[in-house]
T-cell receptor, first 118, second 119 residues
């Protein structure tokens, strides 16, 4: 597709439930990022993939958060045993290239998945 | 540590007047700087970026931003505001130099500034 697609757009989960959020990046984009945007805050970095390799997961808030991109295209962010503090918009972004100079191409963000844990 | 500050949570301006949304940053090394806009229930839309070159950067929808290295600022400006410019604006910085524990491509965002343009 022309843009970054995320699904579902909205997800309501009961506390303790596992959820999976999907990101379809722009075809051919090497780099993929996940960000968490809490209400009233700017996006916070979660994790970064270059192709299928997860090069940085330093932003994942706990071991309940797990991300994968097994074939270097679609990525899934999984949250186990959801807690109320996980409620946020989860944004995915992709970029054409990676490496030190590649990000001058910029980033394209998806519309996000709004997760509400009740 | 890398960080971005947007000192104003809200900016209100009358349609037709000039607008400024402020941003200051702190990075190790030279920065790449970005402005994004977010409409309700939408993702972030790219407005403009500064990589190198002229300090005045022109972007989408008539917006521009001025990079000031001495003041470590990257304020967003528009000569004549429109009601349709009302949205949430985010400034972001990316490090050029790899810093231990920092992904090269990772963006650091400010908290956002809600711009309201009234008719």
């Amino acid at each position: 597709g022309a843009g970054v697609s995320q699904s579902p757009r909205y997800k309501v989960a009961k506390r303790g439930q596992d959820v999976a959020l999907r990101c379809d990046p722009i075809s051919g984009h090497v780099s993929l990022f996940w960000y968490q945007q809490a209400l009233g805050q700017g996006p916070e970095f979660l994790t970064y993939f270059q192709n299928e390799a997860q090069l940085d997961k330093s932003g994942l808030p706990s071991d309940r958060f797990f991300a994968e991109r097994p074939e270097g295209s679609v990525s899934t962010l999984k949250i186990q045993r959801t807690q109320q503090e996980d409620s946020a918009v989860y944004l995915c972004a992709s970029s054409l290239a990676g490496g030190s100079g590649g990000f001058s191409y910029g980033y394209t963000f998806g519309s996000g998945t709004r997760l509400t844990v009740v | 540590a890398q960080s971005v500050a947007q000192p104003e949570d809200q900016v209100n301006v009358a349609e037709g007047n000039p607008l400024t949304v402020k941003c200051t940053y702190s990075v190790s090394g030279n920065p790449y700087l970005f402005w994004y806009v977010q409409y309700p229930n939408r993702g972030l839309q790219f407005l403009l970026k500064y990589i190198t070159g002229d300090n005045l950067v022109k972007g989408s929808y008539g917006f521009e931003a001025e990079f000031n290295k001495s003041q470590t600022s990257f304020h967003l400006k528009k000569p004549s505001a429109l009601v349709s410019d009302s949205a949430l604006y985010f400034c972001a910085v990316r490090c050029i130099l790899a810093v231990s524990g920092s992904t090269l491509g990772r963006l650091y965002f400010g908290r956002g500034t809600q711009l309201t343009v009234w008719p």
